[in-house]
């Protein structure tokens, strides 16, 4: 059987195997004979006939501009990060000059306010301060409180809760705007063992979602945990 009979009795996919292997093993191959890219023609999916350079060029169009699309995300993503990280720089210096614990709870209420653009924030420590004269804070209410056993699951895994709160959570950290909360971040306060949470709302229920990024509030709890630790009694 002569060679070009063989290739008639060969199945096809193994001498289209054959042609594909071929032409990656001799990349020149269409080099040396440019007359058949002019000639051959490719199926476009709208149906029309175009030259394979013509298709080769529009495929590495597409790829070029989804790469363009990607590069662009990437960018802003960074540009994001950068001003995130000064804001929080800014925020960490500002808790830093606090001589007062009510005054770590003020800039931090402002600083979420105003440079993070939190519609709610509430803190609570449930413990008692060091100074006397800061057992009427607000933010404070005690270590006996029951309240405490809401968040059990956050005091143990000592990880950010993003979503929805159950009701009963949402009244406790604002009972004055139950009704507008939509989605939160609830923050645990402490290292080895939580001895408060921190608190951030919105009236828009997609602001906070499960599965959001926390690297930047896992940060935020850190520093807030470190800044009121010496404001705390040790009793």
């Known amino acids: 059987m002569t060679r070009r009979e063989q ?8 001498t289209e195997q054959d042609i594909v292997d071929y032409l990656k093993s001799h990349p020149e191959f269409f080099v040396r004979h440019p007359g058949i890219l002019e000639s051959m023609e490719i199926p476009h ?3 029309k006939a175009v030259s394979l350079v013509e298709y080769q060029v529009s495929v590495l169009r597409d790829q070029s501009r989804e790469l363009r699309g990607k590069l662009k995300k990437l960018v802003s ?7 995130l990280n000064r804001r929080l720089h ?13 005054e770590v709870f003020a800039n931090l209420y402002q600083s979420l306010r105003e440079d993070f653009s939190a519609e709610h924030a509430a803190i ?3 413990g008692a301060p060091k100074q006397e004269i800061d057992r009427g804070l ?10 405490g056993t809401l968040f059990e699951p956050l005091f143990r895994s000592l990880k950010p809760l993003c979503g929805r709160m159950k009701p009963e959570q949402v009244a406790f950290l604002f009972p004055d705007h139950a009704e507008e909360i939509g989605s939160s971040v609830v923050l645990p306060l402490g ?3 939580g001895f408060g949470l921190l608190a951030v709302a919105s009236r828009d229920p997609q602001r906070y979602y499960p599965g959001m990024g926390v ?7 850190e520093i807030v945990t470190k800044v009121l630790h010496p404001h705390l009694s040790a009793a």
């Open 138 to 147: 607000a933010e404070f209410v005690g270590d006996d409180s029951e309240s």
């Open 7 to 14: 290739a008639q009795t060969a199945p096809a996919s193994e």
């Open 124 to 126: 609570r420590v449930f």
């Open 45 to 47: 999916q709208c149906g």
């Open 191 to 193: 290292e080895s063992r």
């Open 77 to 83: 993503n960074a540009r994001e990060n950068e001003e």
């Open 90 to 102: 800014k925020l960490t210096l500002g808790l830093i000059e606090c001589t007062a614990v009510d």
């Open 215 to 221: 690297v930047f509030l896992t940060q935020l709890s």
